[in-house]
């Protein structure tokens, strides 16, 4: 029988020790700690996973977190509170905890919380012991190599296609170890796609890289990084989960070669998993030495996924942080729609147009997020006050929270004239992309919704105030979206 995980809960509560112990006791091997002192003396480097109380007397629960990284920084620690401070909770984190869970909390929460941060203790035992798998492979090839060079001269031939070989593993290994470190240092998501798909590119030197997600819900294949091969698959293209040629990379959850495109081009892909669950693909086409991809392309493209995988839930986990943020966001549009049902029909409808318009015009992805939630809450002004400085409010209304501070100078602009006539006299391009999108994807659901006009009616409607009101662009952009 394996030997259980080792779980150490530290809290200064009688109760809440009794409580957690009976409930891990039959899958964990647990030790238990009531005062600080004590903690201090159960870490041990083969803990897995520590329960450990915020507000321990002397020294404090976050001293005790630093004891544990210091004995071994992948023992996961889940932080205990019975308080919801913000400061402290994004200490404990940056400190290396991996997570925090308010007092007082359900069973399958704090199990589910438990079990999580033992995947990842496990996740990084593995990857440890992958490096050293690698690094032993490499050692064994430099010996077998200089065995090679004195005991048979006579194979020279031979010796040059092992010490072509044996570089580039070593190039590869050093190439892994580099964009390892570079992924798992990246915490923003949006730049992490984007820096995942070019740090592969790189590594195994190819021309281009994609990394696609999959929807199942909508049985797409989602583009949201393209590198190299953006006209063939260009961000925010999507592709059939079931019939496109790259399909079949997921159900078989391992890397392989994939023929695609007009004229055609040879894929090296590899699956994106967590755990047993195939939740995306990442490959590379055409090597810049003009060779065709080989095993050993498929077992390092298969590592960097691995690799790649990790960062990306690292990521996610980092951003639960914007969960509160969230959260409040919600909470306006609920108000929004307790006060009047179709301002919020009407917001939805504007933030889901101009979601269309900003990937049509090629925005970035982390300003189309920005866009999508001005356009949600631009109206939100409009319960204080139906006419006049709506816009205005509705910034204040927002300004509290600040993951939504990059959409208020989107809806401050909301109303500006592409001319400048004004009375900022703001005009042009100084105008934010994402106030001249709203503008337009505003009045075309205007036209619609209230004034009954047809599609065809409205689109001639903007178009008389073409250079004049709206943007050219996105005027061009909303034909092209509704001639596909």
């Excluded at 281009?208 to 260009?234: A, C, H, T, W, Y």
């Excluded at 909470?331 to 939805?348: C, P």
């Excluded at 409808?349 to 631009?378: C, D, Q, T």
């Excluded at 409010?393 to 509290?400: G, V, Y």
Aim: charged content about 30%; aromatic content about 6%; hydrophobic content about 40%.
């Amino acid at each position: 029988m394996a030997d259980k995980p080792r779980l150490l809960i530290v809290d200064d509560e009688d109760t809440v020790l009794k409580l957690l112990t009976k409930l891990f006791a039959e899958d964990y091997e647990v030790t238990t700690a009531s005062t600080a002192s004590d903690g201090l003396e159960s870490i041990e480097k083969s803990l897995d996973v520590v329960l450990l109380d915020i507000m321990l007397p002397d020294p404090s629960g976050m001293e005790i977190l630093k004891a544990i990284k210091e004995v071994g920084s992948d023992i996961q620690v889940i932080m205990i509170t019975g308080y919801a401070s913000l400061e402290t909770s994004t200490e404990a984190l940056r400190l290396g905890a991996y997570d925090y869970i308010l007092k007082p909390f359900e069973e399958s929460q704090i199990k589910s919380l438990v079990r999580n941060a033992l995947d990842k203790r496990n996740a990084l035992k593995e990857k440890k012991a992958l490096l050293e798998e690698l690094t032993d492979l490499s050692q064994k090839l430099q010996e077998t190599n200089y065995e090679f060079e004195q005991a048979h001269a006579e194979l020279a031939d031979e010796k040059a296609r092992v010490d072509k070989k044996l570089e580039k593993k070593k190039n590869a290994l050093t190439k892994l170890n580099h964009l390892m470190g570079q992924l798992l240092l990246e915490r923003d998501l949006t730049k992490l796609l984007e820096s995942s798909v070019k740090m592969t590119v790189e590594a195994m030197e190819t021309t281009g890289g994609v990394l696609m997600l999959s929807e199942v819900r909508s049985n797409q294949l989602f583009v949201k990084s393209s590198i190299g091969i953006d006209k063939l698959l260009p961000r925010g293209s999507r592709l059939s989960l079931s019939q496109s040629e790259f399909a079949p990379v997921i159900p078989l959850g391992e890397a392989m070669l994939v023929k695609f495109g007009e004229p055609e081009k040879i894929f090296a892909c590899s699956p994106l998993k967590e755990k047993d669950e195939t939740y995306g693909i990442i490959c590379v086409a055409d090597r810049t030495d003009g060779e065709n991809f080989d095993e050993s392309d498929l077992e390092f493209l298969s590592t960097i996924s691995q690799a790649t995988s990790i960062a990306l839930q690292n990521s996610l986990l980092f951003n639960s942080l914007q969960k509160s943020y969230f959260e409040a966001s919600l909470s306006l549009m609920s108000i929004e729609e307790a006060l009047d049902k179709e301002m919020k029909e009407h917001s939805e409808r504007v933030a889901n147009l101009g979601w269309e318009l900003a990937y049509a015009l090629s925005v970035p992805e982390g300003e189309i997020s920005a866009i999508k939630y001005a356009a949600m809450f631009h109206d939100i002004g409009k319960i204080v006050t139906p006419q006049g400085e709506y816009l205005s409010i509705s910034e204040k209304i927002i300004s509290p929270i600040r993951f939504l501070g990059t959409s208020k100078p989107i809806i401050r602009y909301i109303n500006e004239r592409w001319d400048g006539s004004c009375r900022s006299k703001l005009k042009g391009e100084k105008i934010p992309i994402g106030s001249r999108i709203i503008a337009v994807a505003n009045a075309y659901d205007e036209y619609i919704y209230k004034d009954k006009f047809s599609p065809e009616e409205a689109e001639k409607k903007l178009e008389l105030e073409s250079g004049k009101a709206y943007d050219p662009k996105v005027l061009e952009a909303l034909r092209t979206i509704h001639s596909k």
